[in-house]
């Protein structure tokens, strides 16, 4: 059974720090851009962050640069989004997203990618 699944979301401080995590299995991991969308209430969902396993390349909306850093562990099927210095703006629902082509993680809010995991929630509050 192919999935992905996300971890690591919480309630935070403003200026706080999380980890999410997201575990795949099912799939030829070293194949897949893996990345990460977020949907905040009424707001339409968006790109956060991606990285393609083949060159290493990164992605990341503008909103997030300087404080959002995005790994992968290919031994163990594993992509991370470390977040700091959070915002109230950052909260969200957080979904890992899977694709073997990058254009399609890249196009329309991820209207075309093949993967989605459930979700995790991170919320940035005093």
Known sequence: QVQLVESGGDLV?????LRLSCAASGLAFEDYVIGWFRQAPGK??????FMSSKDGSTWYVNSVKGRFTISRDNANNTVYLQMDSLKPEDSAIYYCAGDPQYWKLLSQNGKWVELWGQG???TVSS
């Open 13 to 17: 401080q403003p200026g706080g720090s």
């Open 44 to 49: 339409e969902r968006e790109g956060v962050s």
């Open 120 to 122: 995790t929630q991170v």
